[in-house]
């Protein structure tokens, strides 16, 4: 299928074709949910589909998903027909465009419609809690049904819920119920975790947990339990990200209240903890890359320490030696220097040797009754210019006693 085929164009012409195809793209979605609304209110589906949705998904191959989101959008378009010219000119895609169904007025929908454009979802979520704000929902963490049965049953940790009808608040509860009590009667087994902006400074998470994960939100509950009596969820969760954050935190990047002397290293690759911060500390966090036109790169996730000159041709652990880049552009750099095909050979070696260590590791037992693998000996992913600073792992949380009598005794919370 050569028509399939892109590894002849250059780089160049691919860019801009690729460019123009998602105008192309923006234009043809406008048009078609046009076309939707039109055939739907003159109800042409009829006599051979009893339905819109019937004729996408049948007659034009669209999936359930598909259809249902095309229609709605179609549908909501046509009441506000901006939207359609909002997601022709890209402002709006498909998804910003649903989410913002429930706020749309007559009277208001234009200057909405304009003030939300150019966002993600994510951005579009926040820009509306800010401007509905939402009440908090309760706190419920119950056991979900699941379809099969598993070894293990999953329990769903719902932090002020979205599926809990705000309308009808159910009083905070934590613990085992003997039967569902919000919307859904059957939950699939991992459902996506959501986050979710109420209102500014308010946030819902839902997350299915195994039963393991949920003993242990019990057991923090209990430990807890002298000063936080009510065993609230959000206040449990935030002291354990406290934890997770500091064990992180100082594993990346070093970061301590107490720094010590700073030691000194053969490696060539090795970065000292005194550098680590203070790199960290100038670039704030963030990739230091910049595009053509200066435009920084957002990226604050898979950060890894960048040596500006490459180990292997002198390039020195120092605090101006050194910058923060994110895992792509940091790829990007080392492809640059040393071409595209040696950083691929690298990193499938890389991988390889990664594989191979951990077949041998030997598995350790946990007090849960489950097995994994020691944490402490897992090094770095490491390329030719770089120390990564992103874990394949991420710790565990502290794993709390077992005995609880001290610290009840000091009445000090055990996270
Ligand atoms: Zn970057």
């Known amino acids: 299928m050569p028509e399939y085929s892109f590894a002849h164009v250059a780089d160049p012409e691919l860019k801009q074709d690729l460019r123009a195809g998602a105008v192309d793209d923006r234009a043809g979605l406008a048009k078609r949910l046009a076309q939707i609304a039109e055939f739907d209110c003159r109800r042409l589906y009829l006599p051979e589909y009893p339905s819109m949705y019937q004729f996408c998904m049948r007659e034009l191959k669209y999936s359930e998903d598909a259809a249902c989101r095309r229609i709605a959008a179609a549908k909501l378009a046509r009441r506000y027909p901006a939207l359609f010219v909002a997601i022709a000119d890209g402002r ?30 994510s951005e579009l979520a926040h820009f509306l809690a800010g401007r509905f704000p939402r009440p908090d929902l309760p706190t419920i963490v119950q056991p979900v049904f699941v379809p099969a049965p598993t070894p293990e049953p999953a329990s769903a940790l719902v932090v002020a819920s979205e ?53 242990k939100l019990r057991q923090a509950q209990a430990l807890l339990s002298h000063v936080l009596p009510a ?17 992180l935190e100082k594993r990346k990047f070093g970061a301590t209240t107490r720094p010590g002397r700073p030691r000194d290293s053969k490696a060539p690759r090795h970065i000292p903890a005194h550098v680590k911060r203070a790199v960290r500390a100038r670039d704030g966090d963030r990739c230091t890359f910049k595009d053509d036109q200066g435009r920084r790169c957002n990226e604050r996730k898979f950060l890894e320490f960048d040596h500006i000159d490459p180990v292997a041709r002198g390039g020195q652990a120092t605090i101006s030696g050194l910058r923060l880049r994110c895992r792509a552009h940091n790829q990007y750099e080392a492809e640059r220097v040393y071409g595209r095909e040696f950083m691929r050979q690298k990193r499938q070696a890389a991988a390889e040797a990664r594989s191979q260590s951990a077949s041998v590791r030997p598995r350790v037992s946990t007090t849960n009754g489950t097995s994994s693998r020691p944490t ?5 992913t490491q390329n030719s210019t770089c120390s990564s600073v992103s874990s394949a792992a991420a710790p565990r949380l502290a794993r709390l006693p077992t005995r609880i009598g001290p610290i009840a005794a000091t009445r000090r919370p055990a996270l």
């Open 231 to 247: 065993g609230d969820v959000a206040e449990v969760l935030d002291r354990a990200l406290d934890v997770l954050i500091l064990q």
């Open 92 to 121: 709006h895609s498909l998804s910003t465009t649903l989410m913002l169904e429930p706020y749309l007025l007559p009277e208001t929908a234009g200057e909405l419609i304009e003030s939300s454009s150019d966002k993600s979802k």
């Open 376 to 380: 402490s000996g897992t090094a770095p």
């Open 163 to 215: 599926s809990a009808s705000p309308e009808l608040p159910a009083p905070a509860r934590v613990g085992p119920i003997d039967r569902p009590i919000s919307t859904p009667a059957v939950v699939p087994p991992s459902p996506r975790p959501r986050v979710a902006p109420l209102s500014p400074e308010r946030y819902a998470i839902q997350v299915t947990v195994s039963k393991a994960t949920h003993d």
